[in-house]
């Protein structure tokens, strides 16, 4: 049997969609306050014949990263376990909860699959839990993390979980890691990477010279479902499609809702101006601000990442960006605008 962590969101339910595909028997966890309007119509946009039958494949169970008991529950009998939960903010008020949750959390999960005997780990990390790369060159698998003021909360927590899947590997557990650069695909605008479109969709009016990788969340799904399948152990992996600018990515969402392109470029000073502006605002009205110290940085750094040891490890033929983004649009007017969610 295998067990998907986090199965709810955006890279849980694709590893839970192509699971279904497989003879395999499947558990996945959630909250108890845990919706499953995402999946549900996730699995009917890619499957709209027979989506309720792959449903119900699915062996739901409650689990909470911080409950060690729930998890013992929830590995035994299990032998693959797929980590996607994680908690995703780059808001100062989410910062310990996030850390909490990401390190110990993780910390527990892995515990309890020794304890039941799990044969391999397939742990979701994320470019982030990297280190930077020297003279403008990718980062790959083997840049060195450095603490640093400029690492974000996230960074640290996606770090820390890594440390702890490290960990129960060195006590005999098979691990495998991957690190996703910045996921697009069909997913929830509200709680996940997705939520660029929406920024897009609502009439976003500014772009940085900034740039990142990015991979479709598919991609994502299949590489770690492949490695988990394979004897590869102790090894980590960039899951990256192309390295691209902000403004590229911008401008193919907005084409690809056929809105206006942003005109307004945003250079360093304005972007450290605005987060500070905007946390003010948000002392006064009690609402987080749009637009974070992390997330206005983030926006800034010009990074690339090598997608070159996962070619060389399995077959895989990454799915195009600009097709990322029209899928992922072609769900969104499905979803949110046809059904008028918000």
């Known amino acids: 049997m295998k067990l998907v962590t986090g199965g709810t969101g955006l890279i849980g339910a694709h590893i839970l969609f192509d699971l279904c595909q497989k003879d395999v028997s499947i558990r996945a966890t959630k909250r108890t306050s845990s ?10 946009f890619y499957s709209p014949d027979n989506y309720e039958m792959l449903l119900e494949k699915i062996q739901w169970i409650d689990a909470d990263l911080n409950d060690i008991d729930s998890l013992i529950e929830a ?4 032998e693959h376990v797929y980590h996607a939960a994680a908690i995703v903010s780059h808001q100062s008020k989410d910062a310990n909860t996030m850390i909490r949750s990401n390190i110990t959390g993780t910390a527990n999960l892995v515990n309890a699959c020794k304890e039941n005997g799990i044969k391999k780990i397939g742990h979701v990390s994320s470019v982030a839990a990297l280190g930077m790369s020297k003279n403008g060159a990718a980062v790959t698998e083997h840049s060195q993390w450095k603490i640093s003021k400029k690492n974000s909360a996230y960074a640290i927590s996606k770090h820390g979980g890594e440390r702890e899947a490290w960990r129960i590997h060195e006590e005999g557990v098979d691990v495998v890691i991957v690190n996703p650069s910045l996921v697009t695909g069909p997913g929830d605008w509200n709680n996940s990477s997705t939520s660029i479109f929406k920024l897009v969709y609502n009439g976003l009016k500014y772009y940085t010279n900034g740039s990142t990788g990015f991979v479709d969340v598919r991609d994502v799904s299949k590489s770690i479902i492949q490695l988990v399948e394979s ?4 090894e980590r992996f960039i899951i990256s499609s192309q390295n691209l600018r902000w403004k590229e990515v911008f401008e193919l969402i907005s084409d690809a809702f056929g809105l206006p392109h942003p005109r307004i470029h945003v250079t360093k000073f304005k972007a450290e101006m605005a987060w500070r502006l905007l946390l003010v605002i948000s002392w006064f ?5 749009k637009v974070t110290k992390e997330s206005a940085r983030a926006s800034l750094r010009q990074r690339d990442f090598s997608n070159q040891k996962i070619r060389e490890y399995i077959n895989i033929d990454f799915i195009d960006i600009k097709t990322s983004i029209a899928d992922t649009t072609a769900f969104i007017q499905d979803f949110y605008v046809k059904n008028r969610r918000k």
């Open 35 to 44: 919706s499953f309007q995402f999946i549900n119509s996730l699995f009917e």
């Open 75 to 78: 590995t035994k009998g299990i």
């Open 231 to 234: 004897d590869v152990s102790g």
């Open 285 to 289: 009205t009690g609402k987080p601000s």
